[in-house]
């Protein structure tokens, strides 16, 4: 994963039944949890064996419209400047800048389509790098836009993100991967079926088949897959059991 201003690195769901959120995912994906510690709420860590990547909570009291979602937090130098920048691009601002003790400071932003994500800056160094292709890590950045180019424009702003590979997906328009220091991290698409638009997030699995059993099993539905991507890889993509929607990637063994 990488690291630095502009790098995805925390993600959280939100939802309306934690304790069966950490349920669904650690049978599904594959991490183990464990309280935060936390005083005044429920706050579970997943974990990649030791390596806490990503967080559970139930709806904060102060969210509109709460309903089942995962969010992206991207590293930035100045929380509070990059606030004013989302302003001067367009972007709306959801929760103004504020301190997580000890953590770090983040704010809630949207880009000039919707899309909600964080800025985040931490305390302390960054966590130990999680080798690729392990199963439990954040693999892939997705934004289903209604305009995907103007959010190519914010984003480039904000985090100096750059255009890499484009893909001609035909009726659907193209697929726009986009890179940060050189390294691929995510895509951009047009997405007109969306209610909204929305990042997905993908996380990596052992087997992509053997995890869409599991996703099944464990009362999750299937919303498009398993597709191949390129690096001899398959993704699918999926709600969970709550209505939070995914993605997973990873090989095909059968077969």
């Known amino acids: 994963m990488t690291t630095g201003h502009g790098a995805f690195v925390w993600y959280e769901l939100v939802t309306a039944d ?40 139930g ?13 992206g937090y991207v590293h930035v130098d100045d929380v509070d400047a990059m606030v004013s920048r989302v302003k001067d691009l367009g972007g709306a601002i959801y929760r103004e800048p504020a301190d997580i003790p000890t953590v770090g400071r983040f704010a809630v932003v949207a880009d000039p389509q919707g899309a909600v994500f964080m800025l985040f800056r931490g305390d302390g160094p960054p966590p130990a790098e999680i080798a690729p292709n392990t199963p439990g890590r954040p693999a892939w950045h997705e934004l289903h836009s209604t305009d995907w180019e103007a959010g190519f424009a914010f984003y480039t702003g904000l985090f100096g993100w750059t255009q890499a590979e ?39 699995v052992d087997d ?18 398993p597709m191949p991507v390129p690096g001899d890889m398959w993704i699918i993509q999926a709600f969970d059991a709550q209505g939070a929607i995914f993605g997973m990637v990873g090989p095909r063994k059968a077969g």
């Open 59 to 71: 709806y904060p009291p102060d969210m509109p419209d709460p309903q089942p979602a995962w969010l």
């Open 18 to 57: 934690p304790a069966a959120a950490e349920d669904f995912y650690s049978r599904v994906i594959g991490w183990t949890t464990a309280d935060s510690g936390m005083p005044d709420i429920r706050y579970t860590l997943a974990k990649v064996g030791d390596r806490p990547v990503a967080g559970m909570m």
């Open 166 to 204: 484009s893909y001609d997906m035909g009726p659907q328009g193209r697929y726009q991967i986009f890179a940060l220091g050189g390294q691929s991290i995510g895509g951009m698409m047009n997405n007109p079926q969306a209610p909204r638009p929305f990042w997905l997030y993908y996380f990596v």
């Open 208 to 225: 992509i088949d053997a995890a869409h059993q599991r996703l099944t099993a464990a009362g999750g539905k299937l919303l498009n897959g």
